[in-house]
């Protein structure tokens, strides 16, 4: 068994795009037009087959109120790995 699929509730879909493609350099699999948003998923450039995340419309009414306790508490939400963090900080701030 493997994780196919993990989803990030997004504000702005295609501002998150932008953000997870040109700033964190993921690259786009799927970008499917759904009426007022679309089934966006990224994946790594590393493992292009690997897990996707899904871009998820943050609407629901859940979504609002999760986010704020998890900001309370200090709670990370999703976590990326990398091989060099400082290297990936210099990158990242340039």
């Known amino acids: 068994m493997r994780i196919n ?11 998150a795009l932008r953000f ?10 799927h970008n499917i037009p759904l009426g007022e ?4 998923t990224v994946v790594s450039e590393e493992a292009p087959d690997g ?3 899904v ?3 943050a609407e629901h009414p859940a979504v609002g109120p999760f986010r704020k306790a998890l900001v309370e ?8 790995a990398v091989d060099d963090v400082e290297a990936e900080h210099e990158r990242l701030v340039a």
């Open 20 to 29: 997870y493609t040109e700033t964190l350099g993921f690259r786009v699999k």
């Open 5 to 15: 699929l993990t989803s990030v509730a997004v504000d702005d879909q295609q501002k």
């Open 37 to 40: 948003h679309a089934w966006i």
């Open 51 to 53: 897990t996707e995340l």
């Open 73 to 80: 508490d200090g709670i990370a939400y999703t976590s990326f």
């Open 55 to 57: 871009l998820e419309p």
